[in-house]
């Protein structure tokens, strides 16, 4: 993840980027009704793109030569829904840019659309269906956030395959190599994400309650009996 400044053909780079503004337009319009519904979520908002950031900047070498790290926008796709995350993850993506290098502006567009649209809605899916099926909590979360990482990297695969089929066997030939190089380091990281998600999610249930009460991340009945340990228990099991 992370396509590097320069790296995708220009009119790869412009298609992603096409394809990207949509969403975080419509992420633009839900973040202002979000902001104006609920101004106490300010906090929480800069929290769920700090998490990102911090979480996405980190750079760990693969043994097969690349690099990979989270991702941390399951965290905030489960607070706030994808378009909300489409926004603060684009955010991310423009500062670690511009900042750390990390990443690039021409690549903006297809960074976005693997990290902060399909990874979120992927993510918040699992979730979504997996509370809808009566799953626990603790349950849920992990899935999302891991499977939002996941997903954000099969996405890079095909964009970069996209970009760079391989001679032989073509656009999937090349998926599956990039995708290999990859998985690697990214499975145990998505694995790692997922659990570091659960459990900020059960800090910000002790903390926040009746934030994630409104945000109907937790059953109303948690906020009424100020997440007492029984409580919290319940609800992250």
Not at 86 to 95: E, H, Q, T, W
Not at 179 to 185: P, V
Request: hydrophobic share 50%; net charge positive; aromatic share 8%.
């Amino acid at each position: 993840m992370h396509i590097a400044e320069g790296y995708l053909p220009p009119l790869h780079a412009a298609a992603w980027t096409v394809a990207a503004a949509p969403f975080v337009v419509h992420g633009c319009r839900a973040l202002v009704r979000q902001v104006r519904t609920d101004p106490e979520s300010k906090l929480l908002l800069g929290a769920a793109g700090a998490f990102s950031f911090v979480l996405s900047a980190l750079k760990l070498p693969s043994v097969t030569g690349s690099c990979s790290h989270p991702t941390g926008t399951g965290l905030g796709a489960i607070l706030f829904k994808p378009p909300i995350m489409s926004v603060l993850g684009c955010i991310v993506l423009f500062f670690q840019a511009v900042i750390l290098a990390h990443g690039g502006l021409t690549t903006l567009g297809a960074n976005t659309f693997s990290m902060a649209i399909v990874g979120p809605w992927v993510g918040y899916g699992i979730y979504a269906l997996i509370r809808k099926l009566g799953g626990g909590l603790g349950v849920a979360v992990f899935l999302a956030a891991a499977l939002a990482d996941l997903s954000t990297y099969c996405v890079t695969s095909i964009q970069l395959a996209l970009a760079f089929p391989d001679a032989d066997s073509g656009v999937f030939g090349a998926a599956v190599k990039f995708g290999s190089i990859f998985a690697i380091t990214q499975v145990p990281l998505a694995i790692s994400e997922g659990f570091l998600t659960v459990l900020v999610i059960r800090l910000l249930i002790k903390a926040s309650p009746g934030e994630l009460s409104r945000l109907g991340v937790v059953r109303d009945s948690v906020r009424r009996s100020g997440a007492s340990a029984a409580s919290v228990g319940e609800v992250a099991a």
